[in-house]
């Protein structure tokens, strides 16, 4: 099947609140303390908290449906400085989740060239994230994607202070 993709907006935002605790929760419970699994996600993935990223300026979410049914999206945030690199006009994707039912069709890839699609249309030179050192899948996505590992830094799930890999991808 092939997804659609759109930008969301205030009125997606109860939905990207379902969807990214759904979503972070299936991906960390597993290995990780429960508690500190739900207090991140109560404290990251409330409609309220989803409503005030979409209407941040300079940070959109790109969505992807298949049919009507969210697979995946992307949180992008133009203009922040990648830590430990000195190139100009970086964006980060500070999100990127896909539904597990969903990994291996295709839309993860799909999803990838429409976040970076739009943050070039904004004007991105280059795009970084983070990925959690625990996630060979997804460190094996990004690296299909082009992102190469510049660094390490922490990623806070609850209490429990974690190590993620800092990835970047230049023109």
Not at 18 to 23: L, P, Y
Not at 29 to 43: I, T
Request: proline content about 4%; overall charge negative.
């Amino acid at each position: 099947m092939t997804p659609t993709f759109r930008l969301a907006t205030q009125a997606d935002a109860a939905e990207l609140s379902r969807f990214g605790a759904a979503v972070f929760t299936d991906w960390y419970l597993p290995d990780n303390n429960a508690e500190d699994v739900h207090l991140h996600v109560r404290e990251t993935y409330s409609p309220q908290r989803q409503s005030e990223e979409l209407s941040e300026i300079g940070q959109w979410a790109v969505l992807a449906h298949i049919g009507t049914e969210l697979a995946g999206y992307g949180l992008l945030r133009a203009d922040r400085p990648c830590p430990g690199i000195d190139i100009p006009q970086m964006a980060e994707i500070r999100r990127f989740y896909v539904a597990r039912a969903w990994h291996g069709q295709g839309i993860a890839g799909s999803l990838m060239h429409a976040v970076i699609e739009h943050g070039e249309s904004v004007g991105a030179r280059g795009f970084w994230l983070t990925c959690w050192e625990k996630n060979p899948r997804a460190l094996a996505f990004y690296a299909k994607c082009g992102f190469i590992r510049v660094g390490d830094t922490t990623f806070t799930v609850g209490t429990d202070v974690q190590t993620d890999h800092l990835l970047a991808r230049c023109r």
